[in-house]
């Protein structure tokens, strides 16, 4: 494959020398002159360990070059790489000024020929920019159609500096968001051999996909800075109690609570967290990525409030109301805070739960339920079919089987469904139906 690099700094120069060793024909492009003859002077414009001599390797084979001359480089190429920075902006927003300069060098360079050619984006791109900016831009320069011809795919790049050539050699994925599956087939073919999972994504998710990682990547190293924190103040040696935490690969070290969905309750996770902020606070610590959860959580429920006002539909069904599947509990149930919210401003509302049903004829939250939610006692139907038959919007926070047959008899319904349904994806787009997170 001939590839044109645009951008020579850390990602670029780091894709250009590891595809080259690769066997492709690489041409790097830098607007900086320093780092176009750094690399051709076979050294790495960039400290990478491993780099130089990978830089020195590559242009010595003859497989690696770089220019000033974008214009030459693309219409030497089948693919053009775009690594150019995307910075933030003073206000915090991100700076999309080099790559679309990338991209319209690149459809100006088109506009002459009429060889297939692929526009591949690794720098980070906010989701929508593809489709928004930058495929617009490169067919307005290049005069041609995407998907004719032309071809476009983001690949987000997901390197570490530091270890980036290990990375290279051996990633936990490939993430490929293509405009067509020919232009995923050419993407997945220039990095052919690599071990890792190829992950195959619309334009915008992999374009969201990259921020998300970094979210989360983010989000664990403040966590154990906080449990560090915490462990300091307690006298304890918080790498010891981190060995708990790291055995649990079944809950913690895993998938488990990371699919998007409804907020947690019950007896535990909410009391847990206020203790500990508690406890905290009496010490003088500040936590504010743990203090953030409960705030986070009550988020979740305000959305929901949120979506049914704007419905403006006054009968609600709610199937559901202990605090997960499964279970009659109804401590700090977010479905009973999510009944009493709407009961509050004034909805019509019928609730179901096969497990509460049980639970208010015999089990040991009959007395809970009488004492504590008489209110919501009354709003309990017998039945799925009945929550329907009494309600215009149906909030599905449960997915037992009993309810699942309901739904499938539901007419002229909202669906507003916080537990995704088996068949959520096919339900998704078509009208009268809400997933709280798809
Ligand atoms: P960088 O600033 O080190 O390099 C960008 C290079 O692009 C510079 O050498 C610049 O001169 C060049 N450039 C700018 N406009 C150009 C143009 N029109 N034509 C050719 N070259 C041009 O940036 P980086 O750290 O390599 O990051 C590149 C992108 O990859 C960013 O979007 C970044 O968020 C993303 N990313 C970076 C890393 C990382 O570890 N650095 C990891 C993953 C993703």
Redesign the pocket.
């Known amino acids: 494959m001939r590839i044109a690099v645009?951008?020579?700094?850390?990602?670029?120069s780091v894709s250009a020398a590891a595809l080259a060793a690769r066997e492709q024909d690489v041409i790097g492009?830098?607007?900086?002159a320093a780092?176009v003859d750094e690399v051709n002077a076979g050294r790495s414009?960039?400290l990478e360990p491993g780099l130089e001599s990978l830089v020195r390797r590559a242009v010595s084979s003859g497989r690696l070059t770089a220019t000033q001359d974008?214009g030459h480089a693309i219409r030497q190429s089948e693919v053009s790489l775009i690594?150019?920075?995307?910075?933030s902006a003073p206000n915090g927003s991100l700076s999309t000024i080099?790559v679309e300069?990338?991209v319209s060098?690149i459809g100006e360079a088109l506009r002459s020929g009429t060889e297939r050619h692929t526009v591949v984006v690794?720098?980070?791109?906010l989701p929508g920019t593809s489709e928004e900016l930058l495929i617009p831009l490169l067919e307005a320069t290049s005069g041609r159609r995407v998907g004719r011809g032309l071809g476009y795919a983001v690949n987000?790049?997901?390197?570490?500096?530091g270890s980036?050539l290990l990375d290279f050699e051996n990633p936990a994925k490939t993430v490929i968001g293509a405009s067509d599956p020919e232009s995923e087939e050419i993407v997945g073919r220039m990095y052919a051999g690599s071990t890792g999972t190829l992950v195959g994504l619309s334009v915008r998710a992999a374009e969201l996909a990259?921020y998300v990682d970094n979210a989360f990547h983010a989000l664990k190293i403040s966590f154990a800075n906080e449990i560090g924190a915490i462990c300091h103040a307690h006298e304890l040696d918080s790498h010891e109690v981190m060995r708990s935490f790291f055995a649990d690969t079944r809950l913690n070290i895993s998938a488990a609570y990371l699919k998007p969905g409804f907020a947690f309750g019950g007896s535990c996770l909410p009391k847990d967290i206020r203790a500990l902020i508690y406890a905290s606070r009496r010490r003088d610590l500040e936590l504010p990525l743990l203090e953030s959860i409960l705030p986070s959580n009550e988020r979740c429920i305000s959305r929901i409030v949120d979506t049914i006002t704007a419905l403006g539909r006054r009968r609600v069904g709610i199937l559901g109301l202990s605090f997960k599947d499964n279970t009659d509990d109804l401590r700090e149930s977010p479905f009973v805070e999510l009944s009493e919210r709407l009961l509050g401003k004034g909805y019509e509302l019928r609730i179901y739960d096969p497990n509460v049903a049980m639970a208010r004829l015999v089990g040991t939250n009959r007395a809970f339920i009488d004492e504590r939610l008489p209110h919501l006692s009354a709003l309990l139907a017998g039945s799925a079919e009945d929550v329907l038959r009494s309600s215009d919007v149906c909030i599905v926070g449960a997915g037992s089987p009993e309810t699942l047959a309901a739904l499938a008899h539901s007419n002229g319904h909202t669906i507003v469904d916080l537990v995704r349904l088996p068949d959520a994806e096919t339900r998704r787009g078509e009208p009268g139906y809400i997933g709280v997170a798809w």
């Open positions: 645009l951008g020579l700094g850390y990602v670029g492009v830098d607007t900086v780092k414009p960039v974008a690594c150019v920075g995307t910075p080099a300069r990338a060098t690794r720098s980070t791109i987000p790049e997901f390197l570490r500096e980036s990259k």
